[in-house]
């Protein structure tokens, strides 16, 4: 029997904003045990990326949010020894809190951060998550624009349902 493939994780993340302090979790999880970055999970399939964000975040934290803009999509893997052991698409979102209280689950710690606490602990942070932070979400950064596509297969035509932001 052949081993599977390894396969790209589809995976959204988001920052969830309260009185200028970042939610983020401590990971329980491979990878980054131990390690903060934002919270979020990986897209099911036929999942849009916007639902997916609100869908991961409600149960990653027990907090209400809606979404508000794609910040940056970003490619990333992991390496040990210069093998590639992880490939992820991140789609990095911005959500607004709408309500709840904070509720931990398997997926680790939660705690709020000012920007100048995650700048202080800087080790302690996911190397990628920290220059995310920092480029995605400062005044002035730019929004990504993505585009959505739905196709109809008909046997073997396909016909456009829709295609737009």
Known sequence: MEAEKPKILNVVIGAIVKSGKLLLIKRNKE???EHWGMAGGKIEFGEDYDKAIVRELEEETGLEVSFESLRG?????????K???AHFLLFVCETKLKGGKIKEGDEGKLHWFTLEEIKKNKKIIIPSDFVMIKEFFRRGSRLVKIHKSRLIEEGTRYQLEFFGL
């Open 73 to 81: 999509i970003v490619e990333e893997f992991i390496s040990a020894d």
């Open 83 to 85: 093998v590639r052991k």
């Open 31 to 33: 990878p980054f045990v």
